[in-house]
Nanobody, 111 residues
Framework: QVQLVESGGGSVQPGGSLRLSCAASGSIFGINAMGWYRQAPGKQRELVARITSGGTTNYALSVKGRFTISRDNVKNTMYLQMNSLKPEDTAVYYC?????WGQGTQVTVSS
């Protein structure tokens, strides 16, 4: 069974940066596509970015050009580099792989 643990969330001012990490265990890392999702209060969970086993990436239009998803198959870890953060990026961010979700990490962007 896949286990996913996110870290790296926090509070930043608009324009700031954060890097989220998702450490995976219990699966053969690298064979599944993985993704970052987020859920803001009162809103549905939405896809932020996705990366395939071959390294192909896709982004939500709202984050394209500001966020970068990557994966390290040696460290069994996926990352989300978030730059130029905006208040509307405030949400709980979740890691996803193979039908499993992490516990989420809070990102708050506020002045």
């Amino acid at each position: 069974q896949v286990q996913l643990v996110e870290s790296g969330g926090g509070s930043v001012q608009p324009g700031g940066s954060l890097r989220l990490s998702c450490a995976a265990s219990g699966s053969i890392f690298g064979i599944n596509a993985m993704g970052w999702y987020r859920q803001a209060p009162g809103k549905q969970r939405e896809l932020v970015a996705r990366i395939t086993s071959g390294g192909t990436t896709n982004y939500a239009l709202s984050v394209k050009g500001r966020f970068t998803i990557s994966r390290d198959n040696v460290k069994n870890t996926m990352y989300l580099q978030m730059n130029s953060l905006k208040p509307e990026d405030t949400a709980v961010y979740y890691c996803y792989e193979g039908g499993e979700w992490g516990q989420g990490t809070q990102v708050t962007v506020s002045s």
